[in-house]
């Protein structure tokens, strides 16, 4: 019986399916109880009437109740007829107690209750409405060819926009036909290396401080990743002339990720200098160039030699890295490899995403965001300074006014302790030697602080225990 109904009580309705009667309204009926539509103390239909509304024998249906009633799921008194019985309901299983933290035996600390990591910006600042209009002029306007297989590089109305946009606001010489929108920073490093891997480069050189993941991406594409030195004044470039083999360098010029500082005139001209004389490449990683607070950003690296430094853009901290938006400016000779290493179709960045961003950047809404967020992100960093000030004095905030994190140096060999007191107060936070590379010693303790991270209902209170774990 394929579609048979049973009703009864307030608007149950029993549905059998199949050829096996008992079992299907047995089924049914369990099914019945565990949703809740028939309550406990509910008074179902005799056998005689049950089995005239579904057209089956009444001794299936008088066998189905006794099942049903030996399992638990009904009872049956003489005179009171069969009804649902009444079961206790389920205890809810114990919630384990956190384990021990190994050698300690003392329980593991809570989940954090305040998040400062470093390298998110405010996404409850997202410019939705701004963003929705974008969209839905980029839309009305795109092309019925927009919506098909595109060029690799990415769509031609985002690249003229980016190379206007960056030759105005970080001083980088672009040309559409030199830009690669991929998807993310990672994918563009991913991009790069697999092209000079292939062009023969053996190693990749990276600052001493970094993510992991940038270093492993280059690793996994069959490159060696060999450390600079750093000093007070940053990286030392001038070790690159020691290094056989090297035909590239990593590094965040205008903001050093993590440990904050700007890269010197004269060590900017270095770096530049050695790819000229090498024939190397700079892989610039301008993740958040476009936030300085004490004066005018820094210019690109690249606008000193457009033909040795790889630019490398985001959306990621401007707007938000859900977009899964960033752009590659590249030497002519490398732009056709890397667009070839990319595949015959543009299929990693969605083409009305890119259409929006091209709009957002056209209309003057991406400006108008940058400096709200500037503003925004500089209010935040005054107001740990002066919270630091406070309550405690004697630590000082490193690296110049920029960005969203700001490194905190603390007295040397306290920085695990420390972020063992955060941690049991529920603060997320991290150190310098979580970025530091396993072939540099230890020489720095401080923590890395995310000010653009939390939102504003918490701020207040990531500030106040910040200021509570610090020696």
């Not at 369990?30 to 049950?50: F, I, K, N, Y």
């Not at 638990?72 to 019985?85: D, E, K, M, N, P």
Request: net charge positive.
């Amino acid at each position: 019986m394929a579609n048979d109904w049973a009703t009864f009580g307030a608007d149950l309705h029993l549905e059998l399916r199949g050829t096996r009667l008992r079992a299907g309204l047995m089924d049914a009926l369990r099914e019945a109880v565990r949703s809740g539509r028939l309550e406990a103390g509910t008074r179902l239909p005799s056998s005689r009437q049950l089995a005239a509304d579904l057209g089956m024998a009444r001794n299936t249906v008088a066998d189905a109740y006794v099942e049903l009633v030996a399992e638990g799921w009904l009872t049956a008194r003489q005179g009171s007829g069969t009804r649902v019985a009444r079961r206790t309901a389920p205890r809810a299983p114990a919630q384990p107690s956190p384990a021990p933290a190994a050698g300690t035996g003392r329980r593991r600390p809570a989940p954090p209750a305040h998040n400062l990591n470093s390298g998110t910006p405010d996404l409850a600042s997202f410019p939705r409405a701004d963003w929705l209009k974008a969209y839905r002029r980029a839309l009305t306007d795109a092309p019925n060819e927009a919506f098909g297989y595109g060029d690799p590089r990415g769509r031609t109305e985002l690249r003229g926009a980016l190379a206007e946009y960056l030759a105005r606001a970080r001083g980088v010489h672009a040309r559409p036909e030199r830009i690669v929108i991929c998807s993310g920073f990672v994918h563009g490093l991913m991009l790069i290396g697999q092209v000079l891997r292939a062009r023969g480069v053996r190693d990749v050189a990276v600052e001493s401080y970094g993510l992991d993941l940038h270093d492993g991406l280059l690793r996994g594409a069959g490159l060696g990743t060999p450390a600079l030195g750093f000093d007070e004044r940053g990286t030392r470039t001038e070790e690159l002339a020691g290094l056989d083999g090297c035909g590239a360098v990593l590094m965040t010029a205008a903001h050093q990720y993590p440990l904050g500082g700007a890269l010197p005139p004269d060590r900017r001209a270095a770096v530049v200098d050695w790819a000229r004389a090498s024939g190397g490449f700079v892989l610039e990683d301008d993740y958040d160039g476009e936030f300085r607070y004490d004066r005018q950003p820094v210019g690109a690296l690249q606008g000193l030699d457009p033909e040795r430094v790889v630019y490398l853009g985001t959306a990621s901290k401007s707007l938000a890295p859900g977009l899964r938006l960033a752009w590659m400016v590249l030497p002519s000779d490398l732009a056709v490899e890397v667009a070839a290493a990319k595949g015959a179709v543009d299929w990693s960045s969605s083409a009305p995403d890119q259409l929006a961003f091209a709009e957002f950047l056209r209309s003057g809404a991406y400006d108008r965001h940058v400096r709200a967020m500037r503003l925004r992100y500089r209010r935040r960093r005054d107001q740990l300074v002066a919270a630091l000030a406070t309550h405690s004095p004697g630590t000082r905030v490193s690296g110049i006014a920029a960005g969203l994190h700001a490194v905190l140096a603390l007295p040397p060999g306290t920085e695990q302790a420390t972020l063992r007191a955060a941690a049991w107060r529920g603060l997320a936070v991290q150190g310098v030697n979580q970025f530091r590379r396993p072939t540099v010693p230890p020489t720095l303790d401080g923590l890395v602080v995310g000010y653009a991270t939390p939102p504003d209902s918490g701020w207040q209170g990531a500030l106040t225990a910040l200021c509570g774990v610090l020696p």
